[in-house]
Antibody, heavy 122, light 108 residues
């Protein structure tokens, strides 16, 4: 059974930093792209970042470029999101999601963790 | 960047058919995925590549995509279908995944 378990959320002051982790089990972690998706309180889903299988390729939504860094440790089967210069608008539940490759051009998020809450407030 | 537009809410009586739309410029040439998010839960995939269903999703859930609109259709709606639904596409020009704003499905 595929399992994704996020951790590392909490309360942080504006301008502060936080590192989220997502521990994976039940599948061959190093074969999949992985993603972070966030959801502000009462709002919709927003994709944050993606990383390829070996960590050499990544993408970010514009609003976090230069502040957030996605990374992974395949030996530990873990995904990370280093968040710096946090702002109030970064307050959200952060989900990690596995990206399944159906064909070379069709991929989608087939498994999600339960999320970890990040609150940016003074 | 690419924008996906969904109605904020859809209401339907039990046993009826719910139709949730996802509008985007020429979305018909893209592969659209749909996610269901029940209250207090993580999102879950219900339709991928416009109209395919993951294992465990009933046949009364279907999808289509043409022109400027993708559609998620839920037939014979049940109380358990009450949730938020999100469409998603990959935008290669911005190298971003894009979600629609979400539609809250209410079962009357």
């Amino acid at each position: 059974e595929v399992q994704l378990v996020e951790s590392g959320g909490g309360l942080v002051q504006p301008g502060g930093s936080l590192r989220l982790s997502c521990d994976a089990s039940g599948f061959t972690f190093n074969r999949f792209w992985m993603n972070w998706v966030r959801q502000a309180p009462g709002k919709g889903l927003e994709w944050v970042a993606s990383i390829n299988q070996d960590g050499g390729e990544n993408y970010y939504v514009d609003s976090v470029k230069g502040r957030f860094t996605i990374s992974r440790d395949n030996a530990k089967k873990s995904l990370y999101l280093q968040m710096n210069s946090l702002r109030a608008e970064d307050t959200a539940v952060y989900y990690c999601a596995r990206e399944f490759v159906d064909t070379s051009v069709i991929t989608y998020f087939d498994s999600w963790g339960q999320g970890t809450l990040v609150t940016v407030s003074s | 960047s690419y924008v996906l537009t969904q109605p904020p809410s859809v209401s339907v009586a039990p046993g009826q058919t719910a139709t949730i739309t996802c509008g985007g410029n020429n979305i018909g040439i893209r592969s659209v995925h749909w996610y269901q998010q029940r209250p207090g839960q993580a999102p879950a995939l219900v339709v991928y590549d416009d109209s395919d269903r993951p294992s465990g999703i009933p046949e009364r859930v279907s999808g289509s995509n043409s022109g400027n609109t993708a559609t998620l259709t839920i037939s014979r709606v049940e109380a358990g279908d009450e949730a938020d639904y999100y469409c998603q596409v990959w935008d290669s020009s911005s190298e971003n995944w894009v979600f629609g704003g979400g539609t809250q499905l209410t079962v009357l």
